[in-house]
């Protein structure tokens, strides 16, 4: 039972590659998140999924874009990487009701 | 919208100490979640609060929601160092609709010396 998984774990991007990151959750939750974490700047939902299929704008959406073709993933991508979007990036994941979000380990970015 | 404040921003302990984090809502608190952090890793779920009045115990940390559910705190009894990291709260939206979505205070950074 691995929880949430995120992968890579750490990359390097020069400004303008693309990348996609993947969350995988073997917990059967409907709902799933990413946020960026910088300092000063706390937690920031990018984007968010309500089920399979469903994804939906969080509080800082640009420059990224999301996708859940299936329940157990949830995949983040930059297009055209800035330096603005160097960040710690988090998934999270959680149950219909009353319950707590459960994050993975994070995916450090660095856009060069 | 939704505002969490946490005090203080940093705390600096001796091993054994007591300390107490604050997280304080702009409007009233339908579910209150403790986070623990550590440095370059994920944020792990410690508890959760819901009722006005609550208290929830693990171990040496101690969590309460006030009466009025504008307010929690976190209690450590004898610090260690394996304490140490970033504390942060998170709450439910108003209501407790906007599909799960939490919204998060800034932190406390912990510090225990030996």
């Known amino acids: 039972n691995a929880g949430v998984t995120q992968t890579p774990k750490f990359r390097v991007l020069k400004t303008g590659q693309s990348m996609t990151l993947l969350c995988a959750q073997d917990?059967?939750?409907?709902?799933m998140y990413w946020y960026r974490q910088d300092p000063g700047m706390g937690l920031r939902l990018i984007h968010y999924?309500?089920?399979?299929?469903?994804?939906a704008k969080g509080e800082v959406p640009d420059g990224y874009n999301v996708s859940r073709l299936k329940k157990q993933n949830f995949l983040l991508g930059l297009e055209s990487a800035a330096p603005s979007q160097t960040s710690v990036y988090f998934c999270?994941?959680?149950?219909?009701?009353?319950?707590?979000?459960?994050f993975g380990p994070g995916t450090r970015l660095t856009v060069l | 919208s939704q505002e969490l404040e946490q005090s203080p921003q940093s705390l600096i302990v001796q091993e054994g100490k007591n300390l107490t984090i604050n997280c304080t809502s702009s409007?009233?608190?339908?579910?209150l979640y403790w986070y623990k952090q550590k440095y370059g890793e994920g944020l792990i779920f410690l508890m959760m609060?819901?009722?006005?009045?609550e208290e929830k115990s693990h171990e040496k940390i101690t969590a309460k929601l006030d009466e009025k559910k504008q307010q929690s705190s976190l209690h450590i009894t004898a610090s260690q160092p394996s304490h140490a990291g970033i504390y942060l709260c998170?709450?439910?939206?108003?209501?407790?609709?906007?599909?799960?979505?939490?919204?998060f205070g800034q932190g406390t950074i912990l510090t225990v010396h030996p």
């Open positions: 609060l819901q009722k006005g009045g």
């Open positions: 999270a994941t959680r149950a219909r009701g009353w319950d707590a979000q459960y």
């Open positions: 409007k009233t608190l339908y579910g």
């Open positions: 998170g709450a439910d939206s108003p209501g407790g609709t906007s599909y799960g979505k939490l919204t």
């Open positions: 917990m059967n939750h409907e709902y």
């Open positions: 999924s309500v089920g399979e299929g469903t994804t």
